[in-house]
């Protein structure tokens, strides 16, 4: 018996898009190529057996604001969310922490004491999101264009300085913090913020990912799923089995299979043929799509052109440490973190992202960092920690910036090198961290993608953020949305828009799009 909708890969958003259809009342089939569910929203124990940790992503403050993720209701498929008693927090040589609380005027107050006047600068850049920054992540997380958020948006802008704030949303990260602040503090925690994506931190477009993740800091936190990562994606997989859906895992799709350019089923471990009554949604890379998983013939030559244009954000390199205590900082935080930045200076940040741009592995690579125990006791026994760093190196290595030798082959001879410079960043503000170490995993690119096929190369973001490739050029110029050339296959992935960033929103978008069609076209194969 045949499924309405087949789903390609048990992703977050391929998971969110089997849950709407099936809300709204289709038969989905979710083919999973790899041995459970989660893509890049997993936990394990295989480090230690005493302590969890998270595969790939850790903090989810776009779930915890994604309407999508927040209509199904998944604490009631066993869910729960936690927080560390601070958001964020950045360690500085000679100096106090810059430290992001989750209570606004606390944060305030900690930069008013560094430079008089920050406080209520912050307070303000925080009163303007409250009035903006419900339609702006709006905006930002629906099909494009999004006509009712953006409509929202026009009608709020005066009262946050019209022209003014919109030229702050296009900002450069480095000179969106120095146009606000006096102090340090703030322009560390926006300029680490917007490192979270590929774009240069005085590009435009890394203010507006600085803001946006620094305002959610402010008002839903970085929460993390109590017990692992995992348990997000699992309530998900839940959810759809409770509604009658289908997960079958340890089943890669090797092709879909089309007819007169309609999608009418998959090929499953190359042998076994699904039919789809109505819709098939990718979430997949796109340039696993377009002439692999769809035939060449089947697709335009300007469509096929344009994806070799497609660009991958930088590679990646994740280091995992099992600690027999909490993290020796030389100077600790008056509030403990969950989240973590590593660098010495917001233009040692601009020099390591420009480094990975060049081609060269970073001499002093920035580091995001987990306190996974902080954020969350169940992750390891009483008194030690699940600690966690990445960085981004890369997709092509002409040249090592430091000392190392690191060639970009990612054999274990660089992964562990890179490690090393990883730990020795974090060693110079926990002095004592080598003592506490029971166990260390590295995954470089390799790894991550053969644990996920859409980390490609050790992409983490579904192709590059920079507005060259964002909005209606996602994934390419003319296919800004979830539908693609083929009738009845919809790009569900990060490689669609919005792009990367645990919401669900290319999901959702895949599904209202295969839904919208099927209203419009009502037919069956």
């Known amino acids: 018996m045949g499924h309405d909708a087949i789903v390609i890969g048990a992703g977050p958003n391929g998971l969110v898009a089997a849950n709407h259809l099936l809300d709204a009342g289709w038969s989905v089939l979710v083919l999973e190529a790899q041995e459970e569910v989660g893509g890049a929203v997993k936990s394990d124990r295989s480090l230690h057996a005493d302590f969890v940790h998270d595969t790939f992503s850790a903090f989810y403050p776009l ?26 927090g950045h ?73 003014d704030f919109l030229r ?26 917007a490192a979270h994506a590929d774009i240069p931190l005085d590009g435009a477009g890394s203010g507006l990912m600085g803001l946006l993740l620094s305002m959610l800091g402010q008002t839903v936190g970085f929460p993390v799923p109590v017990g692992g990562a995992g348990k997000l994606t699992q309530a998900l997989a839940r959810r759809i089995e409770s509604r009658g859906g289908e997960i079958r895992c340890s089943s890669p799709v090797t092709k879909v299979v089309t007819r007169s350019r309609t999608a009418v089923g998959v090929e499953v471990g190359g042998e076994t043929y699904v039919a789809a009554g109505r819709a098939i949604i990718a979430d997949v890379l796109a340039t696993r799509l377009y002439g692999d998983l769809v035939a060449a013939d089947q697709l335009p030559p300007r469509l096929l052109r344009a994806m070799q244009r497609f660009r991958l954000d930088a590679a990646t390199v994740k280091v995992d440490w099992a600690l027999s205590s909490p993290v020796p900082w030389e100077v600790a935080p008056l509030c403990a973190p969950g989240a973590v930045h590593i660098a010495d200076s917001v ?59 690191i060639r970009g082959a990612w054999d274990h001879t660089d992964r562990e090198r890179m490690a090393d410079r990883m730990q020795a960043r974090l060693e110079r503000f926990a002095p004592g961290l080598a003592q506490c170490i029971v166990a260390r995993r590295v995954l470089g690119p390799r790894e991550l993608e053969e644990m996920n096929a859409n980390l490609q190369g050790g992409s983490i973001n579904g192709g590059t953020a920079q507005l060259h490739q964002q909005l209606v050029f996602r994934p390419v110029p003319g ?20 792009g990367g960033g645990v919401h669900g929103a290319p999901g959702m978008n895949a599904a209202r799009a295969a839904l919208a069609h099927a209203r419009l076209r009502p037919w069956r194969r």
Request: glycine letters at 10%; proline letters at 9%; a negative charge.
């Open 63 to 88: 779930a915890a604001t994604s309407p999508t993720i927040r209509s199904f209701d998944l604490e009631q498929h066993g869910l729960r969310w936690t927080q560390a008693p601070a958001v964020l």
């Open 91 to 163: 360690p500085r040589p000679n100096a106090p922490w810059a430290l992001l609380h989750p209570d606004r005027d606390a944060t305030a107050k900690l930069f008013d004491e560094e430079a008089p006047g920050d406080g209520q600068a912050w307070l303000d850049l925080c009163a303007e999101w409250d009035r903006v920054g419900e339609h702006l992540v709006g905006a930002l997380l629906t099909p494009f264009p999004p006509l009712r958020h953006a409509t929202g948006l026009l009608t709020r802008l005066r009262s946050v300085g019209g022209l």
């Open 168 to 193: 702050t949303l296009l900002e450069p990260a480095v000179s969106l913090g120095g146009s606000r602040f006096r102090g340090e503090a703030p322009r560390l925690l926006l300029a680490g913020n």
């Open 347 to 405: 233009s040692e940040m601009a020099e390591s992202m420009s480094q990975v741009a060049a081609g060269a592995v970073p001499a002093h690579p920035f580091l995001l960092a987990g306190q996974m125990s902080v954020a969350d006791p169940t992750r390891s026994p009483a008194g030690t920690e699940a600690l966690w760093a990445y960085t981004h190196v890369p997709q092509n290595v002409t040249r090592d910036a430091g000392d190392s030798g």
């Open 479 to 498: 296919h800004g949305r979830a539908e693609t050339p083929v009738r009845g296959l919809y790009l569900g992935s990060a490689s669609a828009h919005p």
